[in-house]
């Protein structure tokens, strides 16, 4: 079965504080964008990558990234997402993953597709929550403490079979999510869990930026 990735890569990347699309910003020798399509050729589970950047760095994205294809993304993820999707052409299972997830190790692209291989329609990977959890007002007053044990951080690649993930799509023309997994549950859809890993964390703003520095060095 084909699998082919799209990579969101169409942020502003408004809270990092740079005056460059966050997919762009360089992490050592290379951007987020190469570091996460690199990535995911090198898992050896991926066999098409789609790359949607903001319309004016498509030129800059096709010299980053030669190996996969570029389209324009949208003003919401959710549109970039749509965007990908269209162009997925007919592969059979879809991984959708954050350009700013730039140090995912291979094993954990191999886990989420070996579950969809396993005949799982939708595959998130996820880590415990470390922090204690609460609910609060519009006024900042504690309404109520979350059991952590329930709670689950997800983290991207994110997989689906194909007609999942566009059934879902279908289904929420106009909806917004944060991750595509919320468009499958919402359709019905069953969603399962494999193991994250602490190195695919996200880079939302300068601070993970900078610990993502470290870790680069280290594996550098
Ligand atoms: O902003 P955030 O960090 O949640 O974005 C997650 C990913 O979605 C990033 O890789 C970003 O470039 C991408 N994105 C996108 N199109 C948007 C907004 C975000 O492709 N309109």
Same mark, same amino acid.
């Given at each position: 079965?084909?699998v082919v990735?799209?990579?969101?890569?169409?942020?502003?990347?408004?809270?990092?504080?740079?005056?460059?699309?966050?997919?762009?910003?360089?992490?050592?020798d290379r951007?987020?964008?190469?570091?996460?399509?690199?990535?995911?050729?090198?898992?050896?589970?991926?066999?098409?990558?789609?790359?949607?950047?903001?319309?004016?760095?498509?030129?800059?994205?096709?010299?980053?990234?030669?190996?996969?294809?570029?389209?324009?993304?949208?003003?919401?993820?959710?549109?970039?997402?749509? @965007?990908?999707? !269209? #162009?997925?052409?007919? /592969?059979?299972?879809? %991984?959708?993953? $954050?350009? =700013?997830?730039?140090?995912?190790? *291979?094993?954990?692209?191999?886990?989420?597709?070996?579950?969809?291989?396993?005949?799982?329609?939708?595959?998130?990977?996820?880590?415990?929550?470390?922090?204690?959890?609460?609910?609060?007002?519009?006024?900042?007053?504690?309404?109520?403490?979350?059991?952590?044990?329930?709670?689950?951080?997800?983290?991207?690649?994110?997989?689906?079979?194909?007609? @999942?993930?566009? !059934? #879902?799509?279908?289904? /929420?023309?106009?909806? %917004?999510?944060? $991750?595509? =997994?919320?468009?499958?549950?919402? *359709?019905?859809?069953?969603?399962?869990?494999?193991?994250?890993?602490?190195?695919?964390?996200?880079?939302?703003?300068?601070?993970?930026?900078?610990?993502?520095?470290?870790?680069?060095?280290?594996?550098?």
């Open positions: 079965m084909t990735a799209l990579v969101p890569a169409a942020g502003l990347g408004t809270r990092l504080g740079l005056n460059v699309p966050k997919a762009f910003v360089t992490l050592l951007s987020l964008l190469e570091r996460a399509v690199d990535g995911l050729f090198a898992s050896g589970v991926v066999d098409d990558v789609v790359v949607m950047v903001p319309p004016d760095m498509i030129d800059r994205a096709r010299e980053l990234v030669p190996r996969a294809r570029v389209v324009v993304g949208g003003a919401e993820r959710t549109d970039s997402v749509r @965007a990908g999707l !269209a #162009a997925a052409g007919d /592969a059979e299972l879809v %991984l959708v993953h $954050d350009a =700013a997830r730039p140090l995912t190790p *291979a094993p954990m692209i191999e886990r989420v597709v070996a579950a969809l291989r396993g005949g799982a329609s939708a595959v998130i990977p996820v880590l415990p929550v470390a922090d204690t959890v609460k609910r609060v007002d519009a006024d900042g007053i504690v309404e109520a403490t979350v059991d952590r044990a329930d709670l689950r951080a997800v983290q991207t690649p994110q997989g689906f079979t194909a007609g @999942a993930l566009r !059934a #879902a799509y279908a289904a /929420a023309p106009g909806e %917004l999510a944060t $991750d595509d =997994a919320g468009l499958v549950e919402r *359709a019905g859809g069953t969603v399962v869990t494999v193991p994250g890993d602490p190195l695919a964390m996200k880079i939302t703003t300068a601070f993970d930026l900078r610990i993502a520095q470290v870790l680069a060095e280290e594996t550098a």
